[in-house]
């Protein structure tokens, strides 16, 4: 997990899949999850919307301690292997759209236009409650004469923040 890179981000690998074919941690928004139990080893397939994260548990006054920006970079996809004695329902209960996921995986192919990560290596699965979008702006800048539509702009600090 050491080697993860936390530089390479979805839409290097849609541009450059060969030569973004590395480890990679990227954290974003759950979406959808399908448990599949039929195998000797259950997983999870989970679709995931890429966000920014700085990597810092902020324990300030708000309630999340994990503020991921508004923005990302799209959808990654990838398949967590679950232990063969994990209770399915109980984590079925926990595994709800919102929550906020962290993968280390390798980028393998494009799934249209989602970035598949095949099996992830780790996934941690973060309660809604502990995360938010709302507090922090913040990634990478787009290519000069390149705007995502609905991208906003880099802000320095609190979208919520007086002037």
Do not use: K
């Not at 967590?80 to 390798?106: C, E, F, H, K």
């Not at 787009?142 to 906003?152: I, Q």
């Amino acid at each position: 997990m050491a080697r993860a890179s936390r530089h390479v981000y979805p839409n290097d690998v849609r541009s450059n899949l060969g030569a973004n074919r590395v480890p990679v941690v990227w954290a974003g928004l759950l979406r959808d999850a399908e448990f599949i139990a039929e195998r000797s080893r259950p997983v999870v397939r989970m679709t995931i919307e890429h966000h920014y994260f700085d990597w810092i548990e902020d324990h300030g006054a708000q309630r999340a301690i994990y503020l991921l920006s508004p923005r990302g970079e799209g959808t990654f996809r990838c398949t967590w292997p679950l232990n063969p004695s994990t209770d399915l329902q109980a984590l079925r209960r926990v595994t709800v759209a919102g929550s906020m996921v962290v993968i280390y995986g390798t980028p393998l192919r494009l799934d249209g236009d989602a970035v598949d990560l095949g099996e992830a290596t780790y996934a941690r699965l973060i309660p809604p409650h502990l995360a938010s979008t709302q507090h922090l702006n913040y990634g990478r800048r787009e290519p000069p004469g390149r705007r995502d539509a609905g991208a906003l702009p880099l802000s320095s600090g609190m979208t919520d923040a007086a002037p």
